[in-house]
T-cell receptor, first 110, second 114 residues
Framework: GEDVEQSLFLSVREGDSSVINCTYT??????LYWYKQEPGAGLQLLTY?????DMKQDQRLTVLLNKKDKHLSLRIADTQTGDSAIYFC??????????FGSGTRLQVQP | EPEVTQTPSHQVTQMGQEVILRCVPI?????FYWYRQILGQKVEFLVS????????KSEIFDDQFSVERPDGSNFTLKIRSTKLEDSAMYFC????????????FGSGTQLSVL
């Protein structure tokens, strides 16, 4: 079945890079996503990657996909206090339904 | 920028009562979804809706749940007889479709069943 796992917590200092990791089990995943959830807010789509890519860069965000190991990561360069949030990875397979990880809480210390 | 809107932001109800959660998806989107997040747990898929019918649903989406698109803009989730375990944040989402399911989520309705 589908399962997506993430570490629960990451703390970094402002200006450092953050790397949030995710593993998934379904090898038929077509797209993988990163969502951000700020307190009291909904899920904001940050970026996504197609399964035949291994890297995607979008401004301060870099997504790396290792399909062999079923490992996805999100790197945030020059992390700011406004980046403090919960980050969810999610996968989609043939179904039109996302399977989410449990979320990684990123705390950015000034 | 277009967004998905949900009302109300908070809903408190008594066990056994019916609730209707409302959503206005992005206007040109074709696929609509409901997800929920029980406090401290993962975001879980409930149901997807396309072309005025349910296209997929999870095992959570039992006979107590129903969805409707009563007009050209609203998308609703009804829970007929709420249970304590229905307490959760309910997220509506929509997507344009076409393969890459970039889902855009609303800010959620926090449902508390007492």
């Amino acid at each position: 079945g589908e399962d997506v796992e993430q570490s629960l917590f990451l703390s970094v200092r402002e200006g450092d890079s953050s790397v949030i990791n995710c593993t998934y089990t379904d090898s038929s995943s077509t797209y993988l996503y990163w969502y951000k959830q700020e307190p009291g807010a909904g899920l904001q789509l940050l970026t996504y990657i197609f399964s035949n890519m291994d890297m995607k860069q979008d401004q301060r965000l870099t997504v790396l996909l290792n399909k062999k190991d079923k490992h996805l990561s999100l790197r945030i360069a020059d992390t700011q206090t406004g980046d403090s949030a919960i980050y969810f990875c999610a996968e989609i397979t043939g179904r039109r339904a996302l399977t989410f990880g449990s979320g990684t809480r990123l705390q950015v210390q000034p | 920028e277009p967004e998905v809107t949900q009302t109300p932001s908070h809903q408190v109800t008594q066990m056994g009562q019916e609730v209707i959660l409302r959503c206005v998806p992005i206007s040109n989107h074709l696929y609509f979804y409901w997800y929920r997040q029980i406090l401290g747990q993962k975001v879980e898929f409930l149901v997807s809706f396309y072309n005025n019918e349910i296209s997929e649903k999870s095992e959570i989406f039992d006979d107590q749940f129903s969805v409707e698109r009563p007009d050209g803009s609203n998308f609703t989730l009804k829970i007929r007889s709420t249970k304590l375990e229905d307490s959760a944040m309910y997220f509506c989402a929509s997507s344009l479709g076409g393969g890459n399911e970039k889902l855009f989520f609303g800010s959620g309705t926090q449902l508390s069943v007492l």
